[in-house]
């Protein structure tokens, strides 16, 4: 039970909760999750992520060891091939195998973004650092 202010007992309970669960569900996917970090009941509001596999992804993490990139994902049980497309862009990998996976950037955009990065002036390595900021 989350606190919300002293009229929190005026509205209807189902509304409120609701209405609560789409406001975390849009800042997980506006900011995105530490896919290393972040509990199953976090990962399950990420756009594609259910429960199941929410916790699907944590077992895989304790069985395996933190995640070191994206495509790793699809050896998850139960991410398919669509949740995937829909996920992806939403986890991040700090410092992982590629600096990208650390990005709101998705897998399939990954070329274009290059291609922005280059055509900038900057390398794809520079995205580590602040001065592309």
Do not use: W
Not at 53 to 80: C, H, M, P, S, W
């Amino acid at each position: 039970s989350i606190g919300v202010g002293q009229y929190q007992h005026d509205m209807n309970k189902t509304r409120l909760a609701q209405t609560l669960r789409g406001v975390v569900e849009d800042c997980v996917n506006r900011v995105g999750v530490d896919l290393n970090t972040s509990s199953a009941s976090l990962l399950s509001y990420v756009s594609g992520v259910n429960k199941t596999i929410a916790e699907n992804i944590v077992k895989y993490r304790d069985d395996n060891g933190q995640f070191t990139k994206r495509e790793q994902l699809k050896d998850v049980n139960q991410l398919g091939e669509k949740a995937f497309e829909q996920c992806a862009g939403f986890l991040r990998i700090s410092d992982g195998e590629y600096i990208l996976d650390n990005t709101g950037v998705h897998p399939e955009s990954y070329n274009a973004a290059i291609k922005l990065i280059q055509r900038l002036g900057y390398t794809v390595e520079d995205v580590k650092n602040s001065e592309m900021c």
